[in-house]
């Protein structure tokens, strides 16, 4: 029975991709299918260029279409969020944006290696795969990319400009 669970998750998985990269073509959304093959972790990924956002399923849950967008702070917005700031700034912003975030209600995760250096936004699909929810989550995902985006930008970007002007 497990090895047929296997099997049945493996065809499943092949079968959303399929259903996935027709519904992009069908709409004629510009994206590619990503090589998987030295990231053992991932089943599957396919790319939408429009709007940078991946579209994957992963080995270790198979049953998920996972719709992701990722925001990544450049090394001289770190620099100004780890060295200039103080941790209370920071720790403001990043409170400001999660709750932004759950505000939305979308899946996120702050990136980190030796401070922040990014925000994951994503959403699951689980057996609810079809092609309105699919698309409905594409939209959304990058619509709060995109307000995020703006929302890091008009402070960040600000801090910036003042330093640079303060130089």
Same mark, same amino acid.
């Given at each position: 029975?497990?090895?047929?669970?296997?099997?049945?998750?493996?065809?499943?998985?092949?079968?959303?991709?399929?259903?996935?990269? $027709?519904?992009?073509? @069908?709409?004629? =959304?510009?994206?590619?299918?990503?090589?998987?093959?030295?990231?053992?972790?991932?089943?599957?990924?396919?790319?939408?260029?429009?709007?940078? =956002?991946?579209?994957?399923?992963?080995?270790?849950?198979?049953?998920?279409?996972?719709?992701?967008?990722?925001? %990544?702070?450049? @090394?001289?917005?770190?620099?100004?969020?780890?060295?200039?700031?103080? =941790?209370?700034?920071?720790?403001?912003?990043?409170?400001? =944006?999660?709750?932004?975030?759950?505000?939305?209600?979308?899946?996120?995760?702050?990136?980190?290696?030796?401070?922040?250096?990014?925000?994951?936004?994503?959403?699951?699909?689980?057996?609810?795969?079809?092609?309105? %929810?699919?698309?409905?989550?594409?939209?959304?995902? $990058? @619509?709060?990319?995109?307000?995020?985006?703006?929302?890091?930008?008009?402070?960040?970007?600000? @801090?910036?400009?003042?330093?640079?002007?303060?130089?």
């Amino acid at each position: 029975l497990y090895l047929l669970g296997i099997l049945m998750s493996a065809r499943q998985t092949e079968v959303n991709k399929n259903k996935i990269l $027709g519904w992009l073509k @069908e709409d004629n =959304i510009i994206h590619n299918e990503t090589d998987v093959s030295k990231f053992p972790v991932f089943k599957w990924s396919i790319h939408v260029k429009d709007n940078n =956002i991946a579209i994957y399923t992963i080995a270790s849950l198979p049953d998920r279409v996972i719709i992701q967008s990722d925001i %990544t702070f450049s @090394e001289e917005q770190q620099d100004l969020l780890h060295k200039k700031w103080d =941790i209370k700034k920071l720790n403001a912003l990043i409170l400001n =944006i999660i709750t932004s975030l759950t505000t939305f209600n979308v899946r996120y995760r702050i990136l980190q290696k030796e401070g922040k250096t990014g925000i994951r936004i994503y959403l699951f699909l689980i057996d609810s795969l079809n092609k309105e %929810t699919l698309m409905n989550s594409v939209s959304r995902v $990058g @619509e709060v990319f995109t307000v995020t985006l703006f929302q890091l930008s008009s402070v960040i970007g600000v @801090e910036l400009q003042q330093l640079k002007e303060q130089q």
